[in-house]
């Protein structure tokens, strides 16, 4: 019986690999990759590998076992919803002792275009019968601060207004993963995962104006400007739509927070912004 992180070689899959291993040997955590090349430095630190692809059923047949307990790390690609459901469907066939998810904050009710598949899978582990844990994530400190050689030069543009993130680290979150995996009483509940403290554009873009000594202003534009804005700079047209709704939602306050479930979680306060523009900036 192992603990299986999917996705494992993916920015939040290494994390939660690397959390694992503070609490439990490697010999109990299996990695689920795609790529075995890009696994291969998980499996010198004594982390099985099993290569399974989410497009490819016959092959998650056999990433699982009877008794793992599974975490279903969300996909990015435009057919997700579907490539879920082949995990599910692995994870029953196998007899797994339990699935989690890394959903999106407000569960059911987050009513936004890029909440639709995280809703769709949740509902799909419940028909499921599976035990499962629903690790509802926010937004990640890192979308942002990933952005900053273009915000430096350009300033912060969204369409979000004064809206408020309850963003947290991606590590963060991982160290909530490896809690729910490795620690009993967490079947059958789902966790809003969300910063302590809150903020806007408009503070975030003070916030790197006062570490990087440079003038960012916040430029909050209407979503059909951001659109051509977001195309313009290569996003690709179907999904720069998608990504202005995420504004639309957190400035409806959707993604402002739910609660203290993540700094309850890791037992310790949650990666404040400012903390992670410094990391960034140090880069």
């Known amino acids: 019986m192992s603990i ?12 939660v690999i690397d959390e694992l291993l503070e609490r439990v040997p490697a010999d109990q955590v299996v ?3 795609r790529d075995a090349g890009k696994a291969a430095g998980l499996g010198a630190r004594g ?11 016959a092959a998650l047949a056999q990433a699982f076992q009877s008794g793992d307990t599974v975490l279903l790390i969300s996909g990015l690609e435009p057919n997700r919803a579907d490539q879920h459901q082949s995990v599910i469907d692995a994870a029953k066939a196998a007899g797994v002792a339990r ?13 936004f275009d890029l909440a639709a598949d995280h809703k769709a899978t949740e509902q799909a582990i419940l028909d499921s019968g599976l035990p499962y844990t629903f690790l509802r994530n926010g937004w990640y400190n890192e979308v942002y601060t990933a952005q900053l050689a ?4 350009h300033g912060v543009v969204g369409s979000a207004g004064d809206g408020r993130i309850g963003s947290a680290s991606r590590r963060d979150f991982a160290a909530a993963a490896a809690v729910v995996l490795t620690g009993d009483g967490h079947e ?5 995962l969300n910063g302590d403290t809150s903020w806007s554009l408009a503070e975030y873009a003070a916030e790197l104006s006062k570490q990087s000594g440079k003038d960012v202003a916040y430029n909050n534009v209407p979503a059909e400007v951001h659109v051509g804005i977001l195309t313009g700079a290569g ?7 998608i990504l202005v709704d995420v504004d639309n939602a957190i400035e409806r306050g959707l993604l402002a927070g739910r609660g203290s479930d993540l700094s309850r979680l890791i037992g310790r306060p949650t990666t404040p912004i400012a903390d992670s523009i ?3 900036l140090q880069q």
């Open 99 to 111: 699935l989690a998810y890394t959903g999106v904050l407000g569960g059911p009710e987050a009513d």
């Open 150 to 153: 273009v915000q430096l030069e």
């Open 235 to 241: 996003v690709p047209a179907q999904f720069a739509p």
């Open 31 to 33: 990695a689920v990759a």
């Open 4 to 15: 299986v992180v999917t996705a494992a070689t993916s920015q939040l899959g290494q994390l």
């Open 188 to 192: 059958k509940k789902a966790y809003e």
């Open 278 to 280: 410094a990391a960034a």
């Open 47 to 57: 982390v099985e590998i099993r290569i399974a692809d989410y497009n490819d059923p």
